[in-house]
């Protein structure tokens, strides 16, 4: 089992805004990175560190956390961001090792 | 741009050894991690383990006794040996650039993936 805890499903309303969550002891230690994965296509990064976007990711994608919940937000989704998104972020071992979130699928409605 | 491309057999037979090469182009391997990461159809991502350009590993501890991960500098090469396959290894898998930041680490930028099926 995945040592990082996602809801499966979320849904918003176009334009609106909706944050996903990511659950676990390691991000009180670090930030989570989010990943955002379209069908039949690789995850690509949206989110890294404390708040930052890969250069072509759009503003309305942001990062926050708070004791062991990391957030992504959405702000005004639109049709395109309707995917699966993955929270990962190193592990509480202190061995480097690398952990994912079990995914959220989102849909935009 | 820097760009990954997985190569290697999309079929590998139960107990046998699944081999993959990750080529990296547009780019030096050098001072980076690179990572393996797969996912079974309609799952969720899965870290297998990561290799520095200088050879030092660090492996998912679930995968750890049957992962060897190599890199070959001279051909922009890294690769990922996975022993005694079951169909419990079928999947899709990436090679990833993983980037450190602040000691946070993030996967910057992946290959389009390979199937692998564990059958016979």
């Known amino acids: 089992s995945s040592e990082l805890t996602q809801d499966p499903a979320v849904s918003v309303a176009l334009g609106q805004t909706v944050r996903i969550t990511c659950q676990g002891d390691s991000l009180r230690s670090y930030y989570a990175s989010w990943y955002q994965q379209k069908p039949g296509q690789a995850p690509v990064l949206v989110i890294y560190?404390?708040?930052n976007r890969p250069s072509g990711i759009p503003d309305r994608f942001s990062g926050s956390s708070s004791g062991n919940t990391a957030s992504l937000t959405i702000t005004g989704a639109q049709a395109e961001d309707e995917a699966d998104y993955y929270c990962n972020s190193r592990d509480s071992s202190g061995n480097h090792h690398v952990v994912f979130g079990g995914g959220t699928k989102l849909t935009v409605l | 741009q820097v760009q990954l491309q997985e190569s290697g057999p999309g079929l590998v037979k139960p107990s046998e050894t699944l081999s993959l090469t990750c080529t990296v182009s547009g780019g030096s391997i050098s001072s980076y991690y690179w990572s393996w990461i797969r996912q079974p159809a309609g799952k969720g991502l899965e870290w297998i383990g990561r290799?520095?350009?200088?050879?030092?590993?660090n492996y998912n501890p679930s995968l750890k006794s049957r992962v060897t991960m190599s890199v070959d500098t001279s051909k922009n090469q890294f690769s990922l040996k996975l022993s005694s396959v079951t169909a419990a290894d079928t999947a899709v898998y990436y090679c990833a650039r993983e980037v450190t930041v602040a000691g946070d680490d993030a996967f910057d930028i992946w290959g389009q993936g390979t199937m692998v099926t564990v059958s016979s």
């Open positions: 290799i520095y350009t200088s050879g030092s590993t």
């Open positions: 560190g404390k708040n």
